[in-house]
T-cell receptor
Framework: AQRVTQPEKLLSVFKGAPVELKCNYS??????LFWYVQYSRQRLQLLLR??SRESIKGFTADLNKGETSFHLKKPFAQEEDSAMYYC????????????FGTGTRLTIIP | DTEVTQTPKHLVMGMTNKKSLKCEQH?????MYWYKQKAKKPPELMFV???????INESVPSRFSPECPNSSLLNLHLHALQPEDSALYLC????????????FGPGTRLTVL
């Protein structure tokens, strides 16, 4: 069974400080990991995925298979980063479902 | 058109009513999804349609009945719902039914009285 754990329900960070949102996963095969974000009054949208190795809005996430983690990081938080962040996992085969973690609400303190 | 649209935005229904939720995308995506999201919880997968065929049903009660009339449309028919079915119902689509980016609609806020 696949499982995604986000240990922090709430996280408050001062503007300009580094941000790290934790995500750990459990999956027996080769996982695909994603971070989705939901800004206030907006739809859920993809922020980044491990396979693309991109930096989006200053955020990066590295898949660590040894620690089964996919933590989201940003060196300098901005007020517009306040949102709900979901880590999600899917298998790499066809018709595998996306499993979401419980989410972390990030608040950036001005 | 690069968005998933859902109608209606809000729906209030009694336990004996029959209603339908609609979802539409014109991105040529071949996989479409229904999720249920309760307040302060993550989305929970209900159904997946892959190339217009139902490929995943997450043991959803039969009072929820999905339908995919064509590759652009996805419906969720509701009948004899319970108050605990009140939630935000999200539709999503992806290029292929695998580990692809899913594009979400804004959701339909359903209240069952």
């Amino acid at each position: 069974a696949q499982r995604v754990t986000q240990p922090e329900k709430l996280l408050s960070v001062f503007k300009g400080a580094p941000v790290e949102l934790k995500c750990n996963y459990s999956y027996s095969g080769s996982p695909e990991l994603f971070w989705y974000v939901q800004y206030s009054r907006q739809r859920l949208q993809l922020l980044l995925r491990h396979i693309s190795r991109e930096s989006i809005k200053g955020f990066t996430a590295d898949l660590n298979k040894g620690e089964t983690s996919f933590h989201l990081k940003k060196p300098f938080a901005q007020e517009e980063d306040s949102a709900m962040y979901y880590c999600a996992l899917s298998g790499s085969n066809l018709n595998e479902k996306l499993t979401f973690g419980t989410g972390t609400r990030l608040t950036i303190i001005p | 058109d690069t968005e998933v649209t859902q109608t209606p935005k809000h729906l209030v229904m009694g336990m004996t009513n029959k209603k339908s939720l609609k979802c539409e995308q014109h991105m040529g995506h071949r996989a479409m999804y229904w999720y249920k999201q309760k307040a302060k919880k993550p989305p929970e997968l209900m159904f997946v349609y892959s190339y217009e065929k139902l490929s995943i049903n997450e043991s959803v009660p039969s009072r929820f009945s999905p339908e995919c009339p064509n590759s652009s449309l996805l419906n969720l028919h509701l009948h004899a719902l319970q108050p605990e079915d009140s939630a935000l119902y999200l539709c999503a689509s992806s290029h292929l039914p695998s580990a692809n980016e899913q594009f979400f609609g804004p959701g339909t806020r359903l209240t069952v009285l």
